[in-house]
């Protein structure tokens, strides 16, 4: 049991490249989301995902795409990279509404 | 939209001694769940307690216990015989109860540090 996998765990771009960070779980949970965690800030939530094929934009949602094909898969794209991206990223899940959301190790992001 | 604060960027305490983190937050939803989460320095997100806001009695876990007043909108964590390890950043976070949408909001944090 695996729990929830993030990779790549650090990654460096250029302004303008486009990358996806991966997110997988094992557990079958049904909601799936996707963090930053900037300086001094709390975590802010990207997109999430309420089941395979239900998406949906959180607070900070421009310049990132997600999909949901699968229950276990929920990839981060980032179209065209810029320097406030940069940040450290988190994928959590869970199996329900009132079941806390379990988080990955996280995936530290600079863009130069 | 939701909103989390937590008013105590800092807060410091000797080690055996009990400190209390702050958190409110603001919402028009009857039914919604309170978290605090734990960040070390190793940044792993780790849960500490959760409450949900229809059931009255407040939650515990070990060392760790929450004042929750609804009608304040007040969520504060209790930590009793602070040790070292409990020495991290405390996230309090709200997830709406709403089936049609998902995801944490969160305070901006509170960090902990642990006097020997």
């Known amino acids: 049991n695996a729990g929830v996998t993030q990779t790549p765990k650090f990654q460096v771009l250029k302004t303008g490249q486009s990358m996806t960070l991966q997110c997988a779980q094992d557990?079958?949970?049904?909601?799936m989301s996707w963090y930053r965690q900037d300086p001094g800030m709390g975590l802010r939530l990207i997109h999430y995902?309420?089941?395979?094929?239900?998406?949906d934009q959180g607070e900070v949602p421009n310049g990132y795409n997600v999909s949901r094909s699968t229950t276990e898969d929920f990839p981060l794209r980032l179209l065209s990279a810029a320097p406030s991206q940069t940040s450290v990223y988190f994928c959590?899940?869970?199996?329900?509404?009132?079941?806390?959301?379990?988080f990955g190790d996280g995936t530290r992001l600079s863009i130069l | 939209a939701q909103t989390v604060t937590q008013s105590q960027p800092e807060m410091s305490v000797q080690e055996a001694e009990t400190v209390t983190l702050s958190c409110t937050y603001d919402?028009?939803?009857?039914?919604?769940?309170l978290f605090w989460y734990k960040q070390p320095p190793s940044r792993q997100m780790i849960l500490v307690i959760r409450?949900?806001?229809?059931?009255?009695q407040n939650a515990t876990e070990n060392r760790f216990s929450v004042n929750f007043q609804k009608a304040a909108k007040s969520f504060s964590l209790k930590i009793s015989d602070s040790q070292l390890g409990d020495a991290a950043m405390y996230f309090c976070?709200?997830?709406?109860?709403?089936?049609?949408?998902?995801?944490?909001?969160f305070g901006k944090g509170t960090h902990l540090i642990i006097q020997p």
């Open positions: 557990m079958n949970h049904e909601y």
């Open positions: 919402t028009s939803e009857s039914d919604y769940y």
């Open positions: 976070a709200y997830r709406s109860g709403d089936p049609l949408a998902d995801g944490l909001t």
């Open positions: 409450q949900e806001a229809y059931k009255q």
């Open positions: 995902s309420v089941g395979a094929g239900i998406t």
């Open positions: 959590a899940s869970s199996y329900s509404k009132n079941q806390p959301q379990h």
